[in-house]
């Protein structure tokens, strides 16, 4: 509970800062999210102001690199799966685990780094709350399409 004041400060803050990013990207319901993801995860993994002020460049820039390493695989591959030859299947399952292996690569970078600023407890505590936080964001998605 006394975290609380700090996640409401954090929360409000990427909050107001994403005003200015929602008019250049014309998405704010993108910013809200990742504002309310900063301070769920803030707050499940117990981050100290200083861990938090270290932490979260960190994993900006491990989620921009992954973002890029996914994009560029999935940019190539834009027809129609039914229409692929035997071959181009093969190539293309090739393509999607050599991509996981740098998404791997990439992880385990940035873990290593992550300990530097945060414990290991801590690094778990971040895989299981990001889980949590997609799963409570499909429900409220769910719950947003039942109520159209």
């Given amino acids: ?14 909050t ?16 809200n999210v990742e504002a309310a993801k900063v301070a769920f995860l803030t707050d499940k993994m117990e981050l100290t102001a200083e861990q938090s002020q270290k932490f979260w460049p960190l994993y900006n820039e491990y989620e ?13 591959y834009r027809e129609d799966v039914d229409q692929l030859s035997d071959q181009e299947a093969k190539a293309r399952l090739d393509g999607m685990f050599s991509t996981r292996e740098r998404e ?4 385990k970078e940035y873990v290593a ?4 600023v945060i414990s290991s407890n801590q690094i778990i505590k971040l895989y299981r709350s990001e889980r949590e936080f997609t799963k409570l964001l499909l429900k409220k998605l769910e719950a947003n399409n039942k109520a159209q």
């Fill in 113 to 116: 780094r992550y300990q530097r």
């Fill in 16 to 31: 107001f800062g994403s005003t200015a990013a929602m008019a250049q990207s014309g998405r704010p319901q993108d910013k």
């Fill in 104 to 107: 791997l690569e990439l992880e």
């Fill in 1 to 14: 509970m006394k975290r609380l004041p700090f996640i409401l400060l954090l929360f409000c803050a990427f």
């Fill in 64 to 76: 921009t690199k992954r973002r890029e390493l996914v994009r560029s695989y999935r940019s190539g």
